[in-house]
């Protein structure tokens, strides 16, 4: 059990730093034909080297058997409890690409489709248009207008999209118009509760406009719309823990994610290398860096299990660069599982180190998942992480007399 409110209250500011690696997916499977997971069977030194100097474990993302989204996952790790805290996936999208949202917009992730003559979706995703296209389309839907209620629209990368509905009296409490197949009509938006009926009605009659709009386009003839949410109210990891916290992502889901809780969001390259530059040049200014990962989870959904062990390679030649800079405290470890196996999300533990002079090392010399499950942590909640980093770094106080 962890109780994070006691962590908030033991909470002080101290100059040393924390570095939280998420390597995205990093968890998951022995692979059929070769017995081991995409961390077992990468060639990782320089991991297998500071896990030997460690305390290793596996983190559980949000609860036993349950399979998480990198939402709650990541909230976890942030130090704020998922299964209180539900944030849609709107809301990330919305962040990520810096739109600024109040306390009564609805936010949403967009996807332009293909549809047939009949209104039968052919493919979710356009044939992932370029960018520019998606951009081209977004400015021809600003005209798009609905009494009652405000339509902002942001373009994202290929086709994806971020609408914020901003008005009077609306919820977020929507189910997804996104069937999540093809084959299948896009869904009308339906309301969860009698107070959103009357949001469903305003997106419901938005939809209808672009439908029309789109018409005679192609291949992105139509929307979907999913995570329909409003802003849920977390405090900041400065209010709460007293640290001064930096994110290093390049993908806008969790750069939303890391603006939820209060983080500065830094620019970055794609590139591993270029996001540990990115740390190497702003260690100075911040006391707790999150850098994020993201190609261990992108290759795990593929089912990429070599394209999987390949980013983690590529990762692990970067971490004496991390080493370099000493951090006080330096954490690396995953969101979730993505097993290539799978080919998405799974509910297993994810391997987990933390690097201290204050650790008590356990002899191990491999970063693996059934390495780390001997590990001196165990297995525990991933809501522990950064408890684990404030106690490491000697930013938390003492309990009692």
Known sequence: MVNIELVRNLSQKTETK??????????????????????????????????????????????????????????????????????????????????????SDVAARGNFCTVDDSGVITDRRAGRIPTEENQRLIEALRSVTVEGVEVILEPGKFHRFVAVFRGEGLSGELDDTDPQHVGERPKDATARTSEAAYTAGLVNQWIAKVREALRNEHPANMVLLRGFAGLPRIPSMSQAFKLTPAAI?????????????????????????????????????????????????????????????????????????????????????????????????????VPFLIHSQWVRPQGIREFGESVCAKGDLGVFPSLGALPLALAHGLKLGKFGA
């Open 18 to 103: 924390i570095v939280m690696v998420v390597v995205d997916g990093m968890g998951g499977l022995p692979y059929p034909g070769i017995g081991r997971t995409a961390l077992e069977e990468a060639n990782t030194p320089n991991l297998d080297s500071l896990a030997a100097i460690s305390s290793c474990g596996l983190a559980e993302p949000v609860s036993l058997g349950i399979t998480p989204g990198s939402g709650p996952s990541h909230l976890a790790l942030f130090g704020d409890d998922p299964l209180k805290h539900e944030i849609g996936r709107g809301v990330l999208e919305a962040l990520g690409v810096g739109l600024k949202l109040g306390p």
């Open 249 to 349: 992502a390049g993908y806008p889901m969790y750069r939303g994610l890391a603006r939820l809780v209060g983080m500065e969001i830094l620019e970055t390259g794609s590139a591993i290398k270029d996001e540990i530059e990115t740390l190497r040049v702003h260690f100075g200014d911040y006391d707790f860096f999150y850098v994020h990962v993201k190609d261990t989870d992108s290759s795990g959904e593929d089912g990429d299990f070599q394209r999987k062990v390949e980013v983690i390679q590529e990762f692990d030649r970067n971490v004496p660069s991390i080493l370099d800079l000493a951090p006080d405290v330096l954490i690396v470890t995953g969101d979730h599982s993505t097993p290539a196996k799978m080919k998405g999300h799974s509910w297993h533990p």
